[in-house]
């Protein structure tokens, strides 16, 4: 299995498990709760949006509560992993699910720099 289809498995745990917040007015207000731990966005997010999702970020931030900030993948597969419609915006709640995408999105960003080189 590939790291990709890696993120997309964890993902739909974590919508299962009730851990996964989906969709701009969520995430948004998921982050200004400061629960959001990590933040996914795809990479065929609207200006519009990425600009709301990081000023709620910045607000959530100023109260020491800034999630990690990725990129990846794209709408019409992230909703489908959560058995959704698309998807451009995600915020993981749970420590456990952040810590694992984390992981593995993190191997994902260092495989794409080394092809960049």
Known sequence: MSDEDRVYNLIGLAERAGKAVSGADAVKASLLRGKARILICT?????????KILTAAER???EGKEPALYS????ERLGMSMGRPPRTVLAIED?????????ILDGLNEEDAD???
Do not use: N, V
């Open 60 to 62: 959530g931030a100023r």
């Open 72 to 75: 990846f993948g794209e709408s």
């Open 95 to 103: 420590k456990g699910f952040a810590e694992g995408l984390a992981q």
């Open 115 to 117: 092809e960049r080189k």
């Open 43 to 51: 990479r065929d997010i609207s200006r519009g949006t990425m600009d």
